[in-house]
């Protein structure tokens, strides 16, 4: 599944947005989840949720998915319904597996 959109700030470190336009990652910060970068085809977390919740509700049988932490924070909100908090700061490890069975989740 295709990660969150940054828009304009696709490709750029948040360090060196900061560089280039002092305290435009403020808002981010405030407020990682429902924050939207400025550009086209940006999205907030909240977006990303909406966009790939038809996905999971259609899930029927055993599936393989390969996606990235924006994907998997919104994984954990939907089926396990964390708060928005929560989910923007998990820690989202890059070595493992993810199951979800059923309405849970477990790191292999």
């Not at 990652?25 to 550009?39: E, I, S």
């Not at 996905?55 to 029927?60: G, H, I, K, V």
Request: charged content about 30%.
């Amino acid at each position: 599944l295709v990660e969150l959109s940054f828009g304009e700030w696709q490709g750029f470190t948040f360090r060196e947005l900061e560089a280039r336009h002092p305290g435009s990652t403020r808002g981010r910060r405030a407020a990682k989840w429902d924050f939207q970068p400025p550009g086209e085809g940006a999205e907030s977390y909240e977006m990303l949720l909406e966009r790939v919740k038809p996905w999971f509700d259609a899930l029927d049988r055993q599936t393989v998915c390969v996606t990235h932490g924006g994907v998997i924070r919104c994984l954990f909100r939907f089926v396990e319904g964390i708060s928005k908090n929560e989910a923007a700061a998990l820690e989202i490890p890059q070595d493992r597996l993810l199951r979800l069975e059923g309405r849970s989740l477990e790191w292999l």
